[in-house]
């Protein structure tokens, strides 16, 4: 049986490194000239009030235009560019709108005739993709002839890698991506990932690893500079690659174990062709995980400082992708607020996330984040008193309201500002670091 062809590139040169990582396993070969190409990105998350750092957390607009030039290069002209970015609000049109004109995506309009797409704001198709219940598909998507899936080359704090198969999960509206942070034991996320490309006529991955990114997929975790270009007509074998470059065994990335499960394929690369680079001459390590103590009930460096009184439990899988965004927001506010104390412990305060944590009994507060918690455990025998955050997801009002009632004032101004402006402050840590070039995320 023939072997899959992955190509691996050293980034060096615009448009030429692209170039040879695309035709050294003629990758757009098969592409006609009347296709219909979709190009999804990864823009995991925008921010149109400052600026933040984008390094490994987004595909640069760099790579983007090098592989639209491609494409019109074999006079392929009906190619779309569409993301459906993470939002607060599904009725946000706004954050899009800006993230496609600061990317440079609406100069690609002008000058290539590439059509970018929020799709949020074009109809789903309700579809059936094995996971138990109808996710809803981006129908722009599902009627191209081709689908580029342009991921970072990344980790993430629950899939473990975000690549080809996770960055598809963009195409899928709000209330599938719930879904797919099951707390179905076996259809569970890494099930359920494993099985985005089904429906699509053809997929194609570039992954784009300008920077790669420790503990993924948000802008705090640790970007480095690579240079690296990674492509397949086959998807799984392109995302095996790129897990071995971030130094991290296939076999240890759950929806990479069921996506080879599915198709019958081995593990162990024995069945993929590298053509290019070798991948021991550029693999390094990456940490995924956010490390918290043994008892899987408080982040490390809580309590490295100290921190008492307080339980905070380790996020799964179930817990999705809204919720998980104020995460960072509520860690930050309690541990401003342990350096004000001084010492003095917390009264027995627990937090609870996701689908699947349960109350940990002689507690004194518990606060349940996010609607589905509080569905889940509103009436558990084990509350003594309950801080519900709710919502889908919680509103920063409803955080400001929770912390209120276990003795953490938060002026609204200040949430407001943490949520238009907080990522600004990220920034300063790469001045006067050359090796990170914003112009990779722009289109000039």
Known sequence: MSKSKVSVVKYEKPLESVRKLVESINLFDGIPKDAKVFIKP?????????????????????????VVVLLKERGIDDISIGEGIVTGDVKDTETAADAFEKLGYNVLKERYGVKPINTFEHPFEKIDLGTGFNVKFSSVALAADVVISLPAL?????????????????LINQASRKKFHSADPEKDLHYNVAQLPKKLKKVLTIIDGLYTLERGPAMDGK??????????????????????????????????????KDRKRPMDLSDIEVIGEKIEDLASHHEWDFIYNDAGDLPLPFQRIGVKGLKYQKYDSSLCTYCSGING????????????????????????????QKPTPGMN????????????????????????????????????????????????????????????????????????????????
């Not at 998350?45 to 790579?63: A, D, E, M, Q």
């Not at 392109?238 to 897990?243: E, R, T, Y």
């Open 42 to 66: 990864n823009i995991v998350y925008w921010n149109r009030f400052t600026n933040f750092p984008k390094y490994g957390v987004l595909t640069t607009s760099r790579i983007v235009e090098d």
């Open 154 to 170: 990344k980790t993430h704090s629950q899939a473990v890698v975000t690549l080809g198969f996770k960055n598809l999960k963009g």
């Open 223 to 260: 970007p480095h500079r690579k240079d690296i270009l990674v492509a397949s007509s086959d998807i799984l074998s392109a995302d095996m690659v790129g897990s071995k470059l971030l130094g991290i065994e296939p076999s240890d990335v759950p929806h990479l174990l069921q996506a080879a």
């Open 329 to 356: 927001t509520l860690l930050l506010i309690i541990k401003n607020a342990w350096q004000a104390r001084k010492g003095e412990p917390f009264d027995k305060v627990e937090f609870l996330n996701g689908k699947l």
């Open 365 to 444: 507060k518990t606060i349940l984040i996010g609607q589905c918690q509080y569905n889940m455990n509103k009436d558990h025998p084990d509350i003594k008193e309950m801080i519900p955050i709710k919502g889908c997801p919680p509103s920063m009002e409803d955080v400001r309201h929770a912390f209120s009632q276990i003795g953490i004032e938060l002026p609204g101004s200040m949430l407001d500002n943490m949520t238009k402006a907080g990522a600004g402050f990220l920034m300063a840590k790469y001045k006067g670091r050359p090796e990170f070039e914003e112009s990779f995320f722009q289109v000039t």
